[in-house]
């Protein structure tokens, strides 16, 4: 039962929308302008530098608050003893030798899924990158900067933020196995990486066809 409240709990933290919020105290429909995506990328091309890092701060605080609390949870040793005879922990245990580190990865899946599918958006969402990086933060912090440096390195050079984000998580798994290896670790990576992916196969679209808007481009309507 406590494994099911971290993980509706970051659900529903995930799912608030900061950019959109941010929007609308500046009187816009986020969901109405240019790509429609409630992300930092979008409200960067719509309401400029000031709100797009504001929005993405926030939305990466959500992943890492989600595994903070969990850590703080299932690092007490306490946490475990209603799990003795069976139950969610339980049965972690019996599956994996890090039921900790399974436990933070599903918190910060569910807070992924959360962004992505909002329940005071009619589950509807963004792409999850910057709630993923938030997550590595707390997760994986060696990769976290990696992930975030590969992203930043392979945006500046192709202009298209798009892109730096399938380059950079398509390689999390990768990097997850050669610098944290830890087999949950590597399989909730390879994870995050899927949901990243599926999200961006418009953009992929977008980059074969050469129709994507690169970074900083103005939004239609803006």
Known sequence: MKILILIVASF?????????????AKGVDLKKIGSG????????????????????????????????????FVSDPGFYASYASGGGAGILQSITSNPQAAIEGLVGLSAILGHNFS????????????????????????VAILTLIIWLVAALITKYSSL???????????????????RIKVLIS???????????IGNIE???KGTERKIGERARGS
């Open 119 to 142: 329940m005071f958006l009619r589950f509807r969402g963004g792409k999850g990158v910057a709630t993923s990086l938030g997550v590595l933060v707390i997760y994986s912090p060696q």
């Open 206 to 208: 977008s980059l074969i």
């Open 12 to 24: 529903v933290l995930g799912s608030i929308p900061f950019g959109v919020i941010i929007a609308k």
């Open 37 to 72: 995506n409630i992300g930092a990328t979008n409200v960067l091309r719509s309401l400029g530098k000031g709100a797009a890092l504001l929005t993405l701060l926030g939305d990466m605080m959500k992943g890492t608050a989600a595994v903070a609390i969990a850590r703080a």
């Open 164 to 182: 730096g984000a399938i380059i950079s998580f398509g390689l999390l798994p990768v990097n997850v196995f050669l610098f944290d290896p830890v």
């Open 190 to 200: 390879a994870m995050i990486a899927l949901l990243i992916l599926v999200r961006h």
